[in-house]
């Protein structure tokens, strides 16, 4: 099966990104949210990512209008009806995601496939919130961040979940110019499971006083050869959604996992990172 539309649910940065691959690569895609507010701010957000390619030569003006012209945005999910895939990408909360499934179970016709942008949460448990029909043709697909830049994204089938729609889900992240890897379905699948070991190490660094936070930035673009410090990248992603996830792994997995202090203080502070105007680093 060719997935040629796919809806995104979720406006925010993950969500907006997402819906902004596909329509780049000339799908069809609905982006849609509990508000219009919250999806003319995703929106903003892909014109302002495409306006960046525009200033670099990467785009033409009309590769900017054309992308976005493929974009219909909305607030009413039976708008997802006639959707090839349809992509979960909401707060990291298992009821609220399983909310949202359950309402596109009511609205999606019987051959759309559901997808989860989830990052730490079981794919199987999700699939519970679909009607077990629909479970076949329900899987993981977590983008990395920023979805719009980087290429890796995990394909985790649930225990129901059928090989053809991971083959055709597979296909489609292939033709948006991404490369999937199939994982299984574990906690913090492999990403998050080599992800946070490491920043919570670069996390204690700083807590014991061994480098700054400028510094270990630096350690990971000159030394490691990351595209940006893994501290500008905290602050991207969001340290309330980092807090989540780290305890979501250190309940599976233990002592390894265990959050990190620093990160504790920043949400206690609303200090959450680019989306407040501060984290690790200050912002305009």
């Known amino acids: 099966m060719l997935l040629k539309k796919v809806?995104?649910?979720?406006?925010?940065?993950?969500?907006?990104?997402?819906a902004l691959c596909f329509a780049r690569a000339g799908m069809d895609t609905v982006l849609s949210d509990?508000?219009?507010d919250f999806v003319r701010k995703g929106m903003k957000r892909q014109e302002e990512i495409l306006d960046k390619s525009v200033k670099k030569g990467r785009i033409t003006l009309e590769d900017k209008e054309?992308?976005?012209?493929?974009v219909t945005g909305t607030a009413d999910m039976t708008v997802?009806?006639?959707?090839?895939?349809?992509?979960?990408?909401?707060s990291e909360v298992f009821e609220v995601k399983a909310q949202v499934f359950g309402r596109l179970d009511e609205v999606c016709g019987p051959d759309t496939i559901f997808a989860s942008n989830t990052s730490s949460i079981s794919i199987t448990k999700l699939a519970s919130s679909a009607s077990p029909v629909r479970r076949k043709r329900f899987l993981g697909t977590h983008f990395n961040s920023p979805a719009s830049v980087m290429k890796l994204v995990e394909v985790i089938p649930a225990l129901l979940t059928e090989e053809e729609a991971v083959r055709d889900v597979t296909r489609a992240l292939e033709e948006i110019g991404k490369e999937p890897v199939r994982v299984k379905d574990v906690v913090g699948f492999g990403l998050n499971r080599l992800f946070h070991v490491f920043y919570l190490e670069a996390c204690r660094l700083v807590e014991e006083g061994v480098c700054s936070v400028e510094d270990v930035d630096?350690?990971?673009i000159h030394g490691l050869g990351h595209p940006m410090g893994i501290f500008r990248l905290l602050d991207i992603t969001g340290h309330d959604l980092n807090l989540k996830v780290d305890e979501i792994m250190f309940d599976a997995y233990g002592e390894r996992y265990r959050p990190s202090p620093h990160i504790r203080k920043l949400v206690d502070s609303g200090m959450l990172g680019r989306k407040t105007g501060a984290g690790f680093y200050e912002y305009e």
């Open 7 to 18: 809806g995104v649910v979720g406006a925010g940065m993950m969500g907006a990104e997402i």
């Open 218 to 220: 630096k350690i990971c």
């Open 80 to 90: 997802m009806s006639d959707r090839d895939l349809v992509i979960e990408a909401v």
């Open 34 to 36: 509990v508000s219009m």
């Open 66 to 70: 054309a992308a976005l012209g493929r």
